[in-house]
DNA sequence: TATGAATGAGGCTTCATTCAT
DNA sequence: CATGAATGAAGCCTCATTCAT
């Protein structure tokens, strides 16, 4: 009890450093993100960065199970009607991750582009649990048997298409082309993907 | 007459610096290719190195583009069997683009990547150019009315999934999934969606 | 009354500063021993650390004052046969130091290898007030006369050349020399330095 | 040939950083040593110094042994009368150590006495074959036979002892013991051991 | 032209010490 | 008194780029 005021403090000290970080990524992208920008950016000093996180990719690392829990949370919230078809439950899914690409000015975006360079360990973990949950829940309720066999192929491939169609699209500075028609072309993949016969050629 | 030697000097040293470019990607990775380094790779000065390229951005423009080239003729020389049917034309290319991302001890899997992060406007219009032309003949031969209307929207979303879903299998450091698996799955949705109804929904 | 709990309180808390800083130095290295990594060693915030020591220093000077003593009372409780022959004396007084140098984890060797970074006035005093008491007890016991003229300098040059001859010794990782052999010499040399003539050459 | 400019600008380059990091530890002590201070101090950027030597480390390395050969050169040219006795031999030994320790305002001094902080290993090996080979050549020249047995233990003993005793002297900055005194005691204390019987006792 | 020495801003991180609670 | 969060100067090192030769 006696505590609390100092937790809460550190709490919030880290919770500055981990937004400060966001900011700078979406202000400055992930390679112009330094440590002394995100001190300066928390309005703390360069020392207080280094007491709450061992390393700046320890802050990296943060923010990205912050978020990942943030959209694992928003997912969750996604109305996922009853009577859905695969079409519309895909089409929703496509539709929310483009409005994570376009929110918060572009932060999702940079961080997806740098994938390969950041401590994403934990984030996928998250992700991909929820992802596989999701799918699960979906296949037992409208079909008895599902993929069991192949299901990590089918998520690794869908997930990965679609995200980075979707990030390329977003990336696109001169809209080429409409994110509409991106949306449903992916959507039309998937749901073919998904639904349709799967045995090889044929 | 002079000046042709030295227009081979020049062009010699231009594709020395190329090649010290690739040669440090793949030995040091993108970040780690310095200016120094790729001078000392390429057995020639940095004061050179700037003499032929503004800037570093433009030494990776050029290899770039010399790798676009590469690709494209490579592709147009893959064998496309006048009697393929859509999947083993797409499978073909899958396996093609698997062997270009494990192949060069990875130069095009890092440069990929690094996509965002690398002037690759021009490689782009290369490469986009090419498959739209490969997709055109193929229509054309074997359908006489082709889908102009959303040509490009597929192109872009096949393109983009294939490469990016490869991408993240071949840097998969731990053989979570097969190769094989991935390709033949990334077969069956493409072809799916390329060959199958195009209607929304239905 | 009120007064004595908060007192030994006092003596508890710089005790275990003490100790702590003892424990970094063995653990880390003189260099590597912080204040804050001291005032967690002893469960204290570095608040208290200062209240009680203005300075790093003066926690190193306390240590090595506490140190010092420790040393003296250990060296008063060493047997000193009555018969003892000055060989047998010396040998077991260099014994004694290498007990000390591999005793503790190495806490005196590394103490007395930074020497001089270290506020090491006040422990050269008691140290040395301590060897010069032993030496006249000695000289009195078996020379009624004894070179009280140059006993300072035959004082400093003895403890100096052992002292730092075992350290350099016991810092050697790889054993390329026997403690044994280097003892041994050691006693030799000294003895013959303090019993033999002492005239300038002859 | 064309290559002579470059080296001797860059033979200059290193020489002045060397130089620089000597006249830092005279001025500001190995501690106060660091990069930007020695790169001012040889009116250089930092870069330049980074660009000579991988490290600090190994400019320290660097300086060792350049003095070392400095030392050695010395050391050559002392005068060894043939008829030298081991008294005025050793006498004159230490003396040169202390006009060495005293010389350069003190930067033998400062470096001896962080020997195990810095990079020796290099140096150690040039002075001991130094040594090592002096004793040779006295040993035979004056004695058939020398105790080749334990050699190195009496080398090492007589080194260090002489070596630290001199330190702590001259570290003294109140002179409260002559040097002069400390020297005969030292010589004194030397030839006995070198010079006397070396059975253990007796 | 070719060279490569030189630059210096700027990145990451540490730690002795202070001060508001 | 005790706390420990906060500070910020300072250390080490990198690298894109320039410029005198």
């Known amino acids: 009890?006696?505590?609390?005021?100092?937790?809460?403090?550190?709490?919030?000290?880290v919770d500055a450093l981990i937004d400060a970080t966001a900011q700078c990524i979406t202000q400055y992208g992930v390679d112009g993100t330094t440590t002394p920008r995100i001190a300066e950016?928390?309005?703390?000093?360069?020392?207080?960065l280094y007491q709450y996180f061992s390393d700046k990719d320890a802050l990296f690392e943060a923010l990205g199970e912050k978020l990942a829990h943030d959209v694992a949370r928003a997912l969750k919230r996604l109305p996922l009607p009853e009577s859905a078809n695969l079409h519309d439950l895909v089409g929703g899914a496509i539709r929310f991750g483009f409005d994570m690409l376009n929110s918060r000015e572009g932060l999702f975006l940079e961080l997806i582009r740098n994938w390969h360079r950041l401590p994403t360990a934990r984030v996928a973990d998250v992700l991909q649990g929820h992802?596989?949950?999701?799918?699960?829940?979906?296949?037992?309720k409208h079909h008895q048997?599902?993929?069991?066999?192949?299901l990590q192929v089918r998520m690794f491939i869908v997930a990965n298409s679609t995200l980075f169609t979707m990030v390329r699209q977003v990336s696109q500075d001169e809209g080429l082309l409409r994110q509409e028609d991106v949306a449903e072309g992916l959507t039309n993949?998937?749901?073919?993907y998904l639904g349709g016969e799967t045995?090889?050629?044929r």
């Open 1 to 13: 009890m006696r505590k609390q005021p100092r937790q809460r403090r550190s709490r919030r000290m």
């Open 41 to 48: 950016c928390a309005g703390v000093s360069v020392g207080s």
């Open 131 to 140: 992802f596989l949950e999701l799918a699960r829940l979906y296949f037992i």
């Open 145 to 150: 048997k599902y993929p069991i066999e192949d």
């Open 189 to 192: 993949m998937i749901v073919g």
């Open 199 to 201: 045995g090889p050629s």
